[in-house]
């Protein structure tokens, strides 16, 4: 069975940097787009960032350019989310998702496979 395991969550202080991993197994996502959604509290999950199969395009929200840098490790079938100079609105939790053919890319219901989360705090 496919499944998606998020790990590397933790309360960090802001400006403070994490690094989230997304380990899949039961089957290869080599061909699949990967993406991080967050969802903070009282909020609807959104879109944080995007990695096409080849790892040859990305995709960021506008509230996290230039902070935070997704990359893939096709090989391990991991994906990772460096986060850095983190602030307080960037607490959530964090969701790893995945798909063939997202269409759009930025929205959650375009997506098959999800992992529980790991939650990200960011104190100020």
């Known amino acids: 069975q496919a499944q998606l395991v998020e790990s590397g969550g933790g309360l960090v202080q802001a400006g403070g940097s994490l690094r989230l991993s997304c380990a899949a197994s039961g089957r290869t996502f080599s061909r699949h787009t990967m993406s991080w959604f967050r969802q903070a509290p009282g909020k609807e999950r959104e879109f944080v960032a995007a990695?096409?199969?080849?790892?040859?395009?990305?995709s960021y929200a506008d509230s996290v350019k230039g902070r935070f840098t997704i990359s893939r490790d096709s090989a391990e079938n991991t994906m990772y989310l460096q986060m850095n100079s983190l602030k307080p609105e960037d607490t959530a939790v964090y969701y790893c998702?995945?798909?063939?053919?997202?269409?759009?890319?930025?929205?959650?219901?375009?997506?098959?496979?999800w992992g529980q989360g790991t939650q990200v705090t960011v104190s100020s």
């Open positions: 998702a995945a798909d063939l053919l997202p269409n759009p890319l930025d929205k959650d219901y375009s997506y098959d496979y």
């Open positions: 990695i096409s199969w080849s790892a040859g395009s990305t």
